[in-house]
């Protein structure tokens, strides 16, 4: 897939709050030279905002992929995006992909608070597409999101799918500190057989399951490997059992949170 | 015409227009992909009596199915889209979904609706049975399904495509006596369930009774194909070779004319053998069907020198 890549100037001494308008969709069809002039918001240290090219170099062409190379952790990047890729070459701030509609968004480090929750004037989160984190997430990720996968290698903060209404968070490793509270409906999967998964009594637990009786299980974990999330290639074995606990009971009680038990022998 | 020491007819095989649909079901192992087969292509063997004309267009191994299970490709044939729109919900929901460990994919995800093809709902008819206790995941713009039930989940697609096709390629395998002619159609089937976007809806894809357009009994448009019926040699206009003493159809259905036509050409080439006479095709004078396979052109390499 071709685009443009931005690499950030080392001579920079200002670093922009809002990445907002950083999305394939919209910067992937300028030519180099209106790509250059496009303004970049919130410098954090100027009076006036910053244009692409005065923060990046530019290389590539029109396209449907967006590479970001050695830029500090941009908040909102991939905003309201609704196709193409865009790629993360370091770290990403918080809000990554807010309210965005489709389209992948991959990090190959980590991300900030808020990964895939609702941009400034929206109720909801993302509602399509796909964010695939190489690193560790934070608090709050997939918080209202409708609709989307979001996926972490590594470990995420407090509350992943925080009011999530629908939607799909994978977790690579770690614990799970108050996943899905007060989500609707959605699903999270932790990776991580024997993770703590601290729910403070408002998920039940239905059971452990083979994925040949869940087969959903076996979709999504096939998805992981084929939009290459970088984990160990036994976590996403189809072969594993996972038990299932359902909730918020606060709540709609349709939502699940999967999590492996030991691989087997 | 003949290919080593069997007759071929100069006769042509008459095809309709039909629709069809895919789905992909898989199972936990090769056992239960099997149960589920027959029973979903069960009783859809003719479009005459039955809702759909149903059969295995392809084993499909764990690699390559959409879930890591072994699963098969099944085919259905309807005379239109509403028929399958009929037909498939109600064979899914009832020989499917009842069925160990099965789920059901789209085998047609990339067709829309257009004059030629069409979305037939399943999986969104179906959901209903979890009786609110359904969900649905919707994973690269398709919705699947997932009905609780007592062995866990049934995840079926929210819909199918579905798309115009033909229905009623055939030829007739003419042989000295039953044992023959079987061993003769056998291995014709054989070699047509090889090819893709083809099925061979009737009993081990083989029919026995062959029918002609019309009866003496008001009530019947189909009656016995008493040219090929070889007890009726002496009562009949028969069109048997001398020495034929049994004969089997071997019916074939496809997304493509070209499908069909090289499904046929296989199954004649592996039928030819030890008490085969000749090779006839069944039409109805060419004016009810509008594709027709003329058996001398399909054969026209094959043929003896």
Not at chain 1, 189 to 203: C, K
Not at chain 2, 265 to 270: E, Q, V
Request: include cysteine.
């Amino acid at each position: 897939m071709s685009g443009y890549t931005l690499t950030w100037r080392a001579s920079n001494t200002a670093a922009p709050t809002d990445g907002s308008t950083l999305r394939p969709d919209t910067l992937g069809s300028l030519d180099a030279a209106t790509l250059a002039q496009h303004p970049v918001n919130a410098c954090a240290s100027a009076s006036t905002s910053a244009t692409l090219g005065d923060l990046f170099n530019i290389t590539g062409a029109p396209g449907a992929r967006l590479t970001l190379r050695n830029a500090p952790p941009l908040n909102g990047l991939g905003t309201r995006m609704k196709s193409g890729e865009l790629i993360i070459e370091g770290n990403a701030g918080g809000e990554l992909g807010a309210s965005m509609a489709g389209g992948l968004i991959r990090v190959t480090g980590s991300a900030g608070h808020r990964a895939g929750a609702p941009a400034v004037g929206s109720k909801r989160g993302m509602t399509g597409g796909d964010i695939v984190i190489h690193g560790n997430a934070g608090d709050f990720t997939g918080m209202r999101m409708r609709r989307g996968c979001i996926a972490i290698a590594g470990t995420c903060g407090k509350s992943p799918g925080f009011r999530m209404i629908a939607g799909t968070i994978i977790v690579g490793a770690g614990a799970l500190d108050h996943p899905g509270l007060e989500m609707r409906r959605g699903t999270i999967i932790s990776l991580e057989a024997g993770a703590e998964i601290a729910t403070s009594g408002r998920f039940a637990e239905d059971g452990v399951f083979d994925t040949s009786a869940v087969v959903v299980l076996r979709l999504l974990l096939r998805r992981m490997a084929r939009l290459g999330l970088p984990v160990d290639r036994a976590k996403l074995e189809l072969g594993r059992r996972y038990r299932l606990y359902s909730g918020d009971r606060m709540e709609l009680n349709k939502g699940e949170i999967w999590q492996p038990t030991a691989y087997p022998a | 015409m003949k290919i080593d020491h069997v007759i071929i007819d100069d006769e042509f095989a008459e095809a309709f227009r039909m629709w069809a649909a895919r789905l992909i079901v898989t199972a936990t192992d090769e056992y239960w992909v099997d149960i589920a087969a027959q029973e979903v292509c069960g009783y859809g063997s003719s479009v005459i009596g039955c809702d759909a004309e149903a059969g295995v267009e392809r084993r499909i191994s764990a690699e390559e199915s959409p879930d890591g299970r072994p699963g098969a490709a099944l085919m259905f044939f309807a005379f239109n889209a509403k028929a399958l729109a009929k037909a498939l919900p109600n064979r899914v929901g009832q020989c499917l979904m009842t069925c160990p460990t099965t789920a059901v994919y789209d085998g047609m995800p990339d067709v829309t609706t257009t004059e030629d093809s069409a979305r037939i709902d399943v999986g969104k008819l179906i959901r209903f049975f979890g009786d609110g206790f359904q969900k649905s995941k919707k994973l690269d713009g398709k919705r699947h399904w997932r009905i609780p039930v007592m062995d866990g989940e049934f995840l079926v697609a929210e819909s199918v495509g579905a798309i115009k096709a033909i229905g009623g390629g055939n030829f007739l395998i003419c042989g000295t006596d039953q044992r023959a002619a079987l061993d003769a159609a056998r291995r014709a089937v054989t070699a047509i369930a090889q090819l893709p976007e083809v099925i061979t809806p009737f009993p081990g894809g083989i029919v026995r009774s062959g029918s002609k357009v019309g009866s003496r009994y008001k009530k019947l448009f189909a009656s016995s194909n008493d040219e090929y019926c070889p007890t009726l040699r002496s009562r009949t206009k028969s069109k048997l070779h001398k020495g034929v003493g049994a004969v089997y159809e071997i019916v074939i259905n496809g997304t493509t004319q070209a499908a069909i036509a090289a499904a046929m050409r296989a199954g004649i080439r592996a039928s030819i053998g030890e008490g085969v006479i000749s090779i006839s095709a069944g039409n109805y004078g060419g004016n009810l069907g509008k594709f027709h396979f003329k058996l001398h052109e399909l054969l026209a390499e094959d043929a003896n020198g």
